[in-house]
């Protein structure tokens, strides 16, 4: 992702909040992309409720997601979706401790459904309010308890650790210290990798969102037919790079023929090679970022990391290299609220609220929280040492 900003240097109302209760109860609200999610949790580890509304349906015809369609959609189900998570609750707003909501990046359109309704909700219930940065709230979601599927070890995962997060619209590692934000140490230089799912799918003739629906046909094709590059392998360094991987693939297609001159096990063969590539580049270079940070344990967030064969074989890479792998449970992966309330509730617990006047931002990194400059010094992580010096 580039490091383009969408704000103009104006400043946003915040404060220093009372004390917050250990186990407080905080509504999480997620609108960035193509769902509409809230949840409640319990001094932010325990799930209470969640509920999440996907958009596949509008967008599968289109290949990749509309923004317009977007936010029509999350204008028409906000309200229930907040209600369904209050109601599995079994709690009413008067009930809630805190508020969270996703203030960026993403969609600016979508973004702006779900802070709208929180910042209403938090004026007419007096409620604390933060807003939160949705690259955070992924990496917070591996530390929120819920062994879901058996490899997750969330229960007790606090940081120092390395972060990697890979989704429709980013590709990064970071390291995640004790006290301020994550510390970027490489990002992709082009598409994501999820956002490489989603176009090989496309030219595959698989539906939106493509990772599944490859991960799927990969079963039954053969990882090694296809020699795809890895891309930045041999590159020093810990940035990633997908488009010139999602060419390799066109170009092969072209070569046979095209989609239509492949047979279904050919097609399935080109599935489980692409899925093969990606997931050795992402385990290469996060191993690589363990080695360099000496640190023991790497998180890995965000849709992507719900794909089989990268947790099987970062599982293994941390098997042979000496780290441990951990994965959130599967919806936890994916665009969820529980992890924005999370998140919110360590920025709650600290004292941060911010004020009514946040705004929403479509592009910003996550060493800018720019509706918390007055905090910067002290989130920037700026001096922090490698994971593995404190560990
Ligand atoms: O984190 P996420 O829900 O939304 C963003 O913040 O972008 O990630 C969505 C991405 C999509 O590109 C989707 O194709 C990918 O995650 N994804 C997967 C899998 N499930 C979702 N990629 C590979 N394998 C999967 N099983
Ligand atoms: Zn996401």
């Known amino acids: 992702m580039s490091t383009r900003r969408d704000y103009s240097p104006m400043t946003y109302s915040h404060s220093q909040g009372d004390a917050f209760p250990e186990d407080g109860l905080v509504l999480g609200i997620e609108s960035s992309c193509d769902e509409m999610a809230a949840a409640v949790l319990r001094g932010g580890r325990e799930i209470v409720s969640s509920s999440v509304h996907g958009q596949e349906s509008v967008h599968s015809p289109y290949g990749g997601v509309v923004p317009e369609l977007a936010s029509r959609d999350h204008v028409r189900v906000v309200s229930n979706v907040v209600s369904a998570a209050l109601s599995e609750a079994g709690l009413g707003l008067s009930d809630l401790d805190g508020l969270a909501v996703t203030a960026g990046p993403g ?110 046909l990969a079963e039954q094709g053969d990882p090694t037919a296809v020699n795809f590059p890895r891309p930045m392998s041999k590159r020093p360094g810990f940035d990633f790079s997908y488009s010139g991987l999602k060419t390799a693939v066109s170009v092969e297609l072209a070569k046979r023929g095209g989609l239509a001159a492949l047979s279904p096990s050919e097609r399935a063969d080109m599935a489980a090679s692409f899925e093969a590539a990606v997931a050795e580049s992402l385990v290469g270079r996060a191993s690589r970022a363990m080695r360099a940070e000496g640190a023991a344990r790497i998180a890995v967030v965000g849709g992507v990391a719900a794909n089989g064969r990268l947790r099987k074989e970062m599982h293994a890479a941390g098997a042979r290299d000496g780290f441990e792998a951990i994965f959130p449970p599967m919806n936890l992966c994916t665009d969820n609220a529980v992890m924005i309330a999370a998140a919110g509730t360590r920025l709650l617990s600290r004292g941060v609220r911010d004020g009514l006047d ?15 400059e007055q905090e910067k010094g002290r989130e920037s992580g700026a001096g922090q040492e490698p994971v593995g010096a404190t560990s």
């Open 107 to 216: 969609l600016v359109g979508s973004l702006l459904v779900g802070l709208s309704f929180a910042k209403a909700l938090a004026y007419a219930n007096d409620l604390p309010f933060v807003g939160v940065h949705h690259l955070v709230g992924h990496l917070v979601a591996a530390e929120v308890a819920g062994k879901g599927d058996g490899d997750v070890a969330g229960d007790d995962l606090a940081p120092p650790y390395v972060g990697l997060v890979v989704s429709g619209g980013h590709t990064a590692l970071y390291r995640v210290g004790v006290e301020g934000l994550p510390v970027l140490l490489g990002e992709t230089r082009d598409d994501a990798a999820g956002e490489a799912f989603d176009k090989v799918a496309k030219l595959l003739g698989l539906p939106y969102p493509g990772g599944p629906a490859i991960s799927k």
């Open 358 to 372: 946040l705004e929403a931002f479509s592009r910003v990194p996550i060493g800018e929280s720019p509706w918390r």
